[in-house]
């Protein structure tokens, strides 16, 4: 089906699924988050993602409705729920068709209106499946574009960068400003001008050989793709540097790429509308999706 919907349990169409407006997650964005995807139907890294919505939901101090195992159970239950009735999308990627991403929402659930999280009755937890809609086969041949926002992103003070929660309103602009360049991907940047990662997307550049990432300390969520790459980038025997990116030297790299659960390994060929190095997707790049490739591949 085209997508399906599980709110504490109860499985549900979207046209169903109702969420009260007393909610916070709605109200205030009080809520932790992970995105999984599948391969071959099966959840990829999902120990990973359900480590990452605990240590989210501990700096926040939600508590969460479900352990692991009922959290992968619900999932499992849900993706099941879920198969068949696929649209046709001739442009998708071979490796996406069929496949599935999963959403998995914690809230601290529904009370009476007040910042004070004490107001909270119950956490609530929601797991939504949707077919994936991952970039087109093209992108990973040609490459995508991204632009270097005008703003920096909102300050490190604002929400702790190492939990994954509902608060996305600066990431929203973000993106909105990129849309409006033509571009993939926002990349944003810290009030020293250095980028530190895209607005749902770790980032990657190649400079000489060396794959060179913004390191934790910049701020950044840990992203459980970005460090699948970083394994298989070690694995490959290519050396590999966690430091800083000035926005003003990314237009002197040799390649550059993003990583997400939905993009995966993703080339970026123009920056701010200029051509990344060759404009073409670079040798690294490919060597890297050529390994995450035979990680991920269907058995």
Same mark, same amino acid.
């Given at each position: 089906?085209?997508?399906?919907?599980?709110?504490?349990?109860?499985?549900?169409?979207?046209?169903?699924?109702?969420?009260?407006?007393?909610?916070?997650?709605?109200?205030?964005?009080?809520?932790?988050?992970?995105?999984?995807?599948?391969?071959?139907?099966?959840?990829?890294?999902?120990?990973?993602?359900?480590?990452?919505?605990?240590?989210?939901?501990?700096?926040?101090?939600?508590?969460?409705?479900?352990?692991?195992?009922?959290? !992968? =159970?619900?999932? #499992?239950?849900?993706?099941? $729920?879920?198969? *068949?009735?696929? &649209? @046709?999308?001739?442009? %998708?990627?071979?490796?996406?068709?069929?496949?599935?991403?999963?959403?998995?929402?914690?809230?601290?659930?529904?009370?009476?209106?007040?910042?004070?999280?004490?107001?909270?009755?119950?956490?609530?937890?929601?797991?939504?499946?949707?077919?994936?809609?991952?970039?087109?086969?093209?992108?990973?041949?040609?490459?995508?574009?991204?632009?270097?926002?005008?703003?920096?992103? !909102? =300050?490190?003070? #604002?929400?702790?960068?190492? $939990?994954?929660? *509902?608060?996305? &309103? @600066?990431?929203?602009? %973000?993106?909105?400003?990129?849309?409006?360049?033509?571009?993939?991907?926002?990349?944003?940047?810290?009030?020293?001008?250095?980028?530190?990662?895209?607005?749902?997307?770790?980032?990657?550049?190649?400079?000489?050989?060396?794959?060179?990432?913004?390191?934790?300390?910049?701020?950044?969520?840990?992203?459980?793709?970005?460090?699948?790459?970083?394994?298989?980038?070690?694995?490959?025997?290519?050396?590999?540097?966690?430091?800083?990116?000035?926005?003003?030297?990314?237009?002197?790299?040799?390649?550059?790429?993003?990583?997400?659960?939905?993009?995966?390994?993703?080339?970026?060929?123009?920056?701010?509308?200029?051509?990344?190095?060759?404009?073409?997707?670079?040798?690294?790049?490919?060597?890297?999706?050529?390994?995450?490739?035979?990680?991920?591949?269907?058995?």
């Amino acid at each position: 089906m085209p997508a399906l919907v599980n709110i504490d349990g109860e499985l549900l169409a979207p046209a169903e699924a109702r969420v009260s407006v007393f909610d916070r997650g709605f109200l205030y964005g009080d809520s932790v988050y992970e995105v999984v995807r599948t391969y071959a139907g099966r959840p990829f890294e999902l120990g990973a993602h359900l480590a990452r919505l605990a240590h989210s939901a501990g700096r926040i101090g939600l508590r969460l409705p479900w352990d692991d195992r009922r959290v !992968a =159970a619900e999932v #499992a239950r849900t993706l099941e $729920a879920s198969r *068949g009735g696929d &649209l @046709p999308d001739p442009v %998708a990627a071979p490796w996406n068709r069929g496949e599935r991403t999963v959403r998995i929402v914690m809230t601290r659930g529904s009370g009476d209106l007040g910042l004070d999280p004490s107001l909270a009755a119950a956490p609530t937890a929601i797991v939504i499946v949707h077919p994936l809609a991952g970039p087109p086969e093209r992108a990973y041949r040609d490459g995508v574009a991204v632009h270097v926002v005008g703003v920096p992103r !909102a =300050a490190p003070t #604002a929400a702790d960068p190492s $939990a994954k929660t *509902g608060l996305h &309103l @600066p990431h929203v602009l %973000a993106v909105r400003e990129a849309r409006l360049h033509g571009a993939e991907e926002a990349l944003l940047t810290d009030g020293a001008g250095q980028v530190t990662e895209g607005a749902s997307s770790n980032l990657f550049a190649v400079r000489g050989g060396r794959v060179v990432t913004p390191s934790l300390g910049a701020g950044i969520l840990e992203g459980v793709t970005r460090g699948v790459v970083l394994r298989l980038a070690r694995a490959q025997g290519l050396r590999v540097e966690e430091t800083g990116l000035a926005a003003a030297d990314l237009g002197r790299v040799d390649e550059l790429f993003i990583t997400s659960t939905v993009r995966e390994i993703l080339p970026v060929t123009r920056l701010d509308g200029a051509p990344v190095g060759s404009g073409s997707v670079g040798p690294v790049t490919r060597l890297l999706l050529a390994a995450f490739r035979t990680l991920t591949a269907r058995p």
